[in-house]
């Protein structure tokens, strides 16, 4: 690990007192040593990772990490708090930081050795003598070690003989006893970044196992690559543990045997709890039946132990699977939506009725042009609906949903239940293939139930339900809600805009923007006069944060400092192109201030777009689809309001904070802050 850190990556007094201003420490040494490119854009990359998640593990631990397109080397950096910083975890502050950076395509030789640094964090030992440090020569001397990748490179961390599972021979428990075959289990650890908390799930399971007596082998679907465990180790298992905050990838190689299914922390913080819940389920006989209980990544306390009841986890679960489907909507919706707005902008409305361009077209002709990419983009867009469904379904159930997602997709549209049936047939589809796979089945059909059986009968099932039972409900429901937004006007429009904007700017590229343009892009599927407004006003509003963040930038100098301002300029660009989340290094840096002010300008913005009547026709673009909006000028005015709101706002608030540091010049020249002492 001598390329990941040096003494000069080790902070043996890290001053900092919240988790950004820690992260800001140590990515600044980053800098320094030229690992990392752009400190304000890394460090957005890395507050939108711990958005995902805290990175705060039991034992005064916090690792927060990121893969970011402006690190250009895999660089690891450590401080250590006298005080402590809150990083999410349960039992309190950390007071060993660690800050992963990884190239957005990292090798895997340098992810592996970072697992094996996660893997260490879980040694006592390791981590007492990190504290007890005091030479950063030695502590980054010591955090190198002599970690062999060996057991990283395989992806799969045991206790017991691997080698006697795979030739057949009995493996022994934690007493040695040849003659006693251990309780056995198989287990599957997963973040979303792939790169901490991954392996420390799988360490920490194996850790528990070995003290227990029980035989744990662990496949670590992380960033250092992903080897399946061996079928026979699995069908030898007598219970499954997943540990994971992202979908397991081959779920049904674990069907048939009882299942324990927790976020990645639980793993890390309550190893032992999760086997001995395995092994009451094994005592008692269930199937490959996870509840809603026990599965809470994403909610309650982060580490799988929810705080809710069990319609709280469901609506995460539900969220997730919804989230899932629009992810792969969305590069549809782009793709054709901007195709159909570029053929409007060539040969006008009416070029959507033009005859076919396979029987006409004229190479000299710009109508020729214009209904080609018109055509190529309705394509497109005749996959929004079957896309959405396929996907909330293989969210749900794993690949045997993705044809009855589809399937029921399909039918929606042509029942005229459009973006509605498509949720509902996707839902339903997920739900009836889960149903299925919980159908105890001979031994010699099991090869072909994912491939042949469950499909046929879920297609089926989807098909009638989507066609005879839910499927015209839907589509009346569909144009009504049709007719509703046509019919809006005046003060019902201008709530709806309100609201819209609201959604846009509390996040900025999180679940409640994504649900806002989940709603407007799926209207542009079956576009309507409402629809369009719709769409309109939810670009505008989440064009408002950046345009915001980047004229205070301006106006008010003093406020930020040089890396913000810096950052300011890149705003205008990002605001400019409907991105949203070009705000979020301001709004990580102080939420409380930027937050609330962004989220007044997005309402007004949206709320004057309605007004207005502004019309949009495509899913993105920003300023530069400004000729293919309805009402232009009148919807860069309301661009400008909430602009304009928002930057007074955030303003006014950080400047009421700043008294006797402003007077006695507390950003300097190159600005950094001075701290007046009371």
Known sequence: ???????????????????????????????????????????????????????????????????????????????????????????????????????????????????????????????????????????????????????????????????????????TGGTGAAESVPFRIVAVTSCPTGIAHTYMAAESLAAAGRAEGVEVTVETQGSAGFKKLDPAVVAAADAVIWAHDVEVREKARFRGKPLVDVGVKAGINRPAELIAEARRRAERGEIATATDSDKASGSGDGDGNGSGADHAHFGVRLRTYLMSGVSYMVPFVAAGGLLIALSFAIGG????????????????????????????????FGFLVP???????????????????????????????????????????????????????HATLRGIMPVLVIPLIASAVVGFLMFIVVGKPIASLQNALTDWLNGLSGSNAVILGVVLGLMMCFDMGGPL????????????????????????????????????????????????????????????????????????????????????????????TGALSMAFGATLRAPHGGVFVVPLIGEPFLYLLAIAAGTLVATALVVLLKGARRTAPEAAGDAGADGSRVTVAA
């Open 1 to 171: 690990m001598s390329e990941l850190i040096t003494a000069e990556l080790v902070d043996l007094d890290l001053s900092a007192t919240t988790k950004d201003a820690a992260a800001r420490s140590l990515a600044e040494r980053m800098v320094a040593a030229h690992r990392v490119t752009d400190l304000d854009g890394f460090l957005a990359d890395v507050a939108a990772r711990e958005a995902q998640m805290p990175t705060g593990l039991d034992g005064g631990i916090g690792i927060p990490h990121c893969r970011s397109e402006h690190v250009n080397a895999p660089t690891l950096a450590f401080g250590r708090s006298g005080a402590g910083i809150d990083f999410g975890a349960a039992d309190g502050p950390a007071d060993l930081v660690f800050l992963i950076a990884a190239p957005a395509g990292a090798d895997d030789d340098h992810l592996t050795i970072l697992s094996g640094l996660a893997r260490r964090l879980m040694d006592p030992e390791f981590t007492a003598a990190l504290r007890a440090g005091t030479d950063p020569r030695a502590v980054a001397a010591l955090i190198r070690g002599e970690e062999a990748p060996e057991e990283p490179e395989r992806e799969q961390v045991e206790t017991g003989k691997q080698e006697q599972a795979e030739t057949g021979t009995e493996a």
């Open 349 to 380: 409305y009416e070029i959507a009725s033009a005859k076919s361009v396979a029987d006409h077209f004229v190479w000299g002709e710009a109508d020729s042009w214009a209904a080609l990419l018109n055509q190529i983009g309705s394509a497109a």
């Open 387 to 441: 896309v959405l469904a396929g996907y909330i379904a293989y969210g749900m159930a794993d690949r045997p949903a993705l044809v009855p997602g589809f399937v029921g997709g399909a039918i929606a549209l042509t029942v005229n239940a459009g973006f509605l049936g498509g949720l509902v047939a996707g839902l339903l589809a997920g739900a009836v293939v889960m149903a299925v796979q919980r159908v105890p089945v």
């Open 513 to 604: 923007n994504k649900v806002a343009y989940a709603f407007a892009v799926g209207g542009l599927a079956d576009p309507t006069p409402g629809s369009l407004k719709v769409m309109a006003a939810v670009m505008a509003a989440g064009m408002v944060p950046p345009l915001a963040m980047a004229l205070a930038t301006t106006v008010r100098r003093r406020l930020f400092t040089k890396t913000e301002r810096e950052n300011g300029r890149a705003a205008w660009v990002l605001g400019a192109s409907f991105i949203t989340e070009g705000a979020i290094p301001f709004a990580a840096a102080d939420p409380l201030r930027v937050i609330p002010s962004v989220m007044a300008g997005g309402a007004v």
